[in-house]
T-cell receptor, first 111, second 113 residues
Framework: TQLLEQSPQFLSIQEGENLTVYCNSS?????LQWYRQEPGEGPVLLVT?????EVKKLKRLTFQFGDARKDSSLHITAAQPGDTGLYLC???????????FGPGTRLSVLP | DAGVTQSPTHLIKTRGQQVTLRCSPK?????VSWYQQALGQGPQFIFQ???????QRGNFPDRFSGHQFPNYSSELNVNALLLGDSALYLC????????????FGPGTRLTVT
């Protein structure tokens, strides 16, 4: 079973700070997705990364897929309270049999 | 553009009972996946339906079953409920050829007492 680990588990920062969260695996994934989930709601898809080394930007969010396609990072510049939420990475295993989610990083941005 | 909808929003059941949860996919989507999310954890994949057939399945017992209808909507059935089945049940829809990009509904919060 391919597993995804995320770090840190919890992160509390002040508005305006920068931060990076990580998603790691010992296995290769054909693609990875990042989602944000707010309390009482379902996850919302932010981005899909497919190519090793790929970098995608979504306003203040920058996503990177590792060269070996085993890890990914999410960098947020000048965090705002609206960025608060649970950030989840997810991927499909090599056999196309199972979708795997990491445990998430819970981000709190204080005004 | 209608997103993914789920019903009911909340549900309370007793151990041993059976429950049916419902999901309507995002307009234009043909594939539906179901997930269980325990408090403080990431979603766990239960199964995926496409063309009214179970296409993929995670590590869940046979007490968990599902169905997809011709209009692509889906049901999740759980028999012989256990206390450990208490969780948020999420439905996600996608296109069959891009099933890794999933759009989630708000979930059904199931409490088993």
């Amino acid at each position: 079973t391919q597993l995804l680990e995320q770090s840190p588990q919890f992160l509390s920062i002040q508005e305006g700070e920068n931060l990076t969260v990580y998603c790691n695996s010992s296995s290769v994934f054909s693609s990875l997705q990042w989602y944000r989930q707010e309390p009482g709601e379902g996850p919302v898809l932010l981005v899909t990364v497919v190519t090793g080394g790929e970098v995608k930007k979504l306003k203040r969010l920058t996503f990177q897929f590792g060269d070996a396609r085993k890890d990914s990072s999410l960098h947020i510049t000048a965090a705002q309270p609206g960025d608060t939420g649970l950030y989840l990475c997810a991927g499909e295993d090599n056999y196309g049999q199972n979708f795997v989610f990491g445990p998430g990083t819970r981000l709190s941005v204080l005004p | 553009d209608a997103g993914v909808t789920q019903s009911p929003t909340h549900l309370i059941k007793t151990r041993g009972q059976q429950v049916t949860l419902r999901c309507s996919p995002k307009s234009g989507h043909d594939t539906v996946s179901w997930y269980q999310q325990a408090l403080g954890q990431g979603p766990q994949f239960i199964f995926q339906y496409y063309e009214e057939e179970e296409r993929q399945r995670g590590n869940f017992p046979d007490r968990f079953s599902g169905h997809q209808f011709p209009n692509y909507s889906s049901e999740l059935n759980v028999n012989a409920l256990l206390l450990g089945d208490s969780a948020l049940y999420l439905c996600a829809s996608s296109l069959a050829d891009r099933d890794y990009e999933q759009y989630f509904g708000p979930g059904t919060r199931l409490t088993v007492t």
